[in-house]
Each structure stands twice: as structure tokens, then as C-alpha cells.
């Protein structure tokens, strides 16, 4: 599965999606500032957004390890 991934340095904001976004998609807030992106028919997660993304590299608790992998839809 390819991974889509853009990091709007002003915002702060790293967007992570399995496809290209789509304007048809809906938007679900999470706690932890993150934000889940669902295909609007199936209410499947599509992709997520994450929020203050910079601040979160410096917290010595939190490895970044890329490249990722990950299954947006488990079970």
C-alpha cells in the first residue's frame, strides 16, 4: 500500500492519506490533536491529519520512523 504524505511547515500540520484527498470526504476530530479523514459512503479512515506535528518531534518519547507502514482499516 503506497503512503501519500505532505508537511505544511506554517501550519504545523503533517497530512498522511492512502489515496489523493477527496473533496467527498468527511472529517473526524480525535483526541491528541489528530484528525481522521473517512471515505463519506463507507466511514472508512482514508488518511489522518496531524496536528502541531513539529512540537511533537521534540518530545524525546515520541521516534519518528520512516519510511511507515500502516493499515488504516485493522479488523
Given amino acids: 500500500m ?5 508537511f505544511d511547515k506554517e501550519a504545523d500540520v503533517i497530512y498522511l ?11 473526524q476530530e480525535t483526541s ?7 471515505d463519506a459512503k463507507t466511514k472508512k479512515i482514508k488518511g489522518f491529519t496531524i496536528l502541531n506535528f513539529s512540537h511533537r518531534l521534540t518530545k524525546k518519547s515520541m521516534p519518528v520512523e520512516l519510511p511507515i507502514q500502516v493499515e488504516l482499516n485493522p479488523g
Fill in 2 to 6: 503506497k503512503l501519500y504524505y505532505y
Fill in 17 to 27: 492519506s492512502q489515496c489523493k484527498p477527496s473533496p467527498k470526504s468527511i472529517s
Fill in 32 to 38: 491528541h490533536d489528530v484528525v481522521l479523514r473517512l
